[in-house]
C-alpha cells in the first residue's frame, strides 16, 4: 500500500471456518496463521500495511500540525520506525486505535519476548527506543485533557522471562521484569519530557511536579538486584535519563507505563502470558494447514531451549517429550500390541493424535466404543510417546535452571510477589494526588458575628 513498506515481505494467510476457503490476509513472515485470525478479527483490510499505513499518515500531518514532530524528515524516520515494529511483530497499536486516531484510549502494546535475542540477551536499546516512538503516537492519537494519560503496554512478561531462561518465581525473575519495565519507564518519560519542550507540560503537571518527580526518584532505588548486569544497567540508565528530562522539562503525557489483561492485540502479537502473571501453558493448540489442531510450544518455550544450542536430536528429544510426536510411528511394540488387543487399530487412531488432549481421547474419536483402562504403563508411555507430558519437569537433556524458566503457572506467594516488584514502575503520576487548594475562610455576616461575640 505505501513505499515505505516495500523493504518487508507480505505472506498470504487464508482465514475463515474452512481451511481452503475464506479471506486472505498478508502479514509479514514474523506472523502466523494464528495472528492472522487475531488480525482478521481486527482489522477488515487485506494487509497489516493496509492497516496501519493509514493511521501513520494521519499521525504525521497531526504531529507536523501542532508541533509533536519537529519536521518531515524526523516525521519519517519516526513512521519508520513504527512500521519497523509492526512489521517485526514487536509492538502495535492497541485495538480502539485501529479504527480511527482521535478520541480514542491511548494505548500501545510491546511485546517484550520479542526483545530478547537468540543468544537470550535483552535488546533493552530497541525496547527503549520503541517506547519512545509510542508515546509519540500517542500524544498525537488522543484528546487533550489534564493529566493527558498515556500507557505503553508491556506484553508478554513472563514469556519474555521464560523466553531469555529466567525462571518467573526466582528472584532474578523479579528483578529482570522490574529492569524490563524500568527500561520502558524511563525511555517513555525520556519522550514525554521532549514533547513537553517543544509542546508545553500537561496542564496537571504544575499541581503534580513534586509527586511525579519524586514517584521517578523512588524508581531507581525500587529496581531489586539480581538482572543481568548489562539489562540493569540499561534500566538505572534509562531512569536517570527519564528524571533528567523530566525536571528540566515537565512531562506532557502521564501514565506512560500499564499492565492489563490480554486481548486480540496480544494473540495478533504472539503473546504467551499477560499482565504480570505467567505463562499459563508451555503447550499450544494451533490450528494446522489442514484445519486441524495441532499441538506445539509455545513459542517462548520453543526460544528458550532453542538457545541452549543443543544438537538436533537430543532437542527434538527434549521437545517431543512436552507436546508429543503426533503419530504412533517408531512407540514400543509392547505398547502398540497393548493397544491392539484392546481392540484399536494404531492406524485408525494416527489421524487423531495432533489435535487430542489425551491418548484416551483419540481413542474415542478412533473407536467411540473403547475405553481404555486407567493406570496401564504400557499405554502411560504410548501416551506420552504420541501426545507428550505437557511439562518441560522430566524432559531430557534440559538443566535444571531451565526446567525452571519452563514451569506453567506459579504460586500465589509468586504472582503476589512479582505484582509488588513491577508495581513501581506503572502509571506514574496517575495515581499522586494534586495538593489540595487552601480554603477560604466563609464570610461573615454581621448577624453571625454578633452572635459569635
Known amino acids: ?126 525496547l527503549g527506543r520503541a517506547a519512545a516512538a509510542a508515546v509519540t503516537a500517542l500524544e498525537i492519537a488522543g484528546p487533550p485533557d489534564p493529566v493527558r494519560a498515556v500507557a505503553v503496554i508491556p506484553a508478554n512478561l513472563a514469556g519474555a522471562l521464560m523466553a531469555a531462561g529466567v525462571p518467573y ?15 520502558v519507564l524511563g ?121 541452549l544450542g543443543l544438537p538436533a536430536s537430543e532437542r527434538d528429544a527434549a521437545m517431543a517429550h512436552i507436546v508429543g510426536r503426533g503419530t504412533l510411528s517408531g512407540a514400543p511394540h509392547a505398547a502398540l500390541a497393548r493397544l491392539v488387543a484392546l481392540g484399536v487399530r494404531p492406524e485408525s487412531v494416527e489421524p487423531h493424535l495432533r489435535g487430542a488432549v489425551s491418548l484416551a481421547h483419540a481413542v474415542a474419536l478412533a473407536a467411540p466404543g473403547v475405553r481404555l483402562p486407567p493406570d496401564d504403563p504400557l499405554l502411560a508411555g504410548l501416551e506420552r510417546h504420541a501426545i507428550g507430558a505437557g511439562t518441560a519437569d522430566e524432559a531430557p537433556f534440559l538443566p535444571a535452571r531451565l526446567r525452571a524458566a519452563l514451569a506453567e503457572g506459579a504460586e500465589p506467594s509468586a504472582r503476589e510477589a512479582m505484582a509488588l516488584a513491577v508495581a513501581p514502575f506503572l502509571r506514574l503520576g496517575l495515581d499522586v494526588a494534586a495538593p489540595a487548594k487552601p480554603r477560604r475562610p466563609p464570610a461573615h455576616s454581621p448577624h453571625a458575628l454578633a452572635h459569635a461575640h
Open 169 to 183: 518465581a526466582w528472584p532474578e525473575g523479579r528483578a529482570t521484569a522490574a529492569a524490563l519495565l524500568a527500561v
Open 187 to 307: 525511555a517513555a518519560a525520556e519522550a514525554s519530557a521532549a514533547l513537553a519542550l517543544r509542546l508545553g507540560p500537561c496542564p496537571a503537571w504544575t499541581d503534580r511536579r513534586a509527586g511525579v518527580l519524586r514517584a521517578l526518584e523512588a524508581t531507581i532505588a525500587a529496581l531489586p538486584p539480581g538482572a543481568e548486569a548489562g539489562l540493569a544497567g540499561a534500566a538505572s540508565a534509562a531512569l536517570e535519563r527519564g528524571l533528567v528530562a523530566a525536571r528540566r522539562h515537565g512531562l506532557r503525557v502521564l501514565g506512560l507505563v500499564a499492565l492489563r489483561p490480554a486481548d486480540q492485540v496480544e494473540r495478533l502479537l504472539g503473546a504467551d502470558s499477560a499482565g504480570h502473571a505467567p505463562v499459563v501453558s508451555i503447550v499450544r493448540s494451533v490450528d494446522g494447514p489442514d484445519g486441524r489442531p495441532r499441538r506445539t510450544l509455545a513459542p517462548a518455550a520453543a526460544r528458550a531451549i532453542l538457545a
Open 1 to 126: 500500500m505505501s513505499e515505505s513498506w516495500d523493504g518487508y515481505a507480505a505472506l498470504p494467510h487464508r482465514v475463515g471456518p474452512d481451511g481452503r476457503a475464506g479471506r486472505v490476509v498478508l502479514l509479514p513472515p514474523a506472523y502466523d496463521d494464528d495472528a492472522a485470525a487475531a488480525f482478521a478479527g481486527l482489522s477488515p483490510a487485506p494487509s497489516l500495511a493496509a492497516a496501519i499505513e493509514p493511521l501513520l499518515r494521519d499521525w504525521i500531518r497531526l504531529g507536523l500540525a501542532r508541533g509533536a514532530l519537529p519536521g518531515r524528515v524526523e516525521a519519517g524516520l519516526w513512521a519508520d520506525a513504527l512500521r519497523h515494529q509492526a512489521a517485526l511483530r514487536r509492538g502495535l497499536p492497541a485495538e480502539a486505535l485501529w479504527h480511527g486516531p482521535r478520541g480514542r484510549e491511548r494505548a500501545w502494546l510491546l511485546d517484550l519476548a520479542a526483545f530478547v535475542e537468540p543468544d537470550q540477551s535483552i535488546a533493552a536499546g530497541a
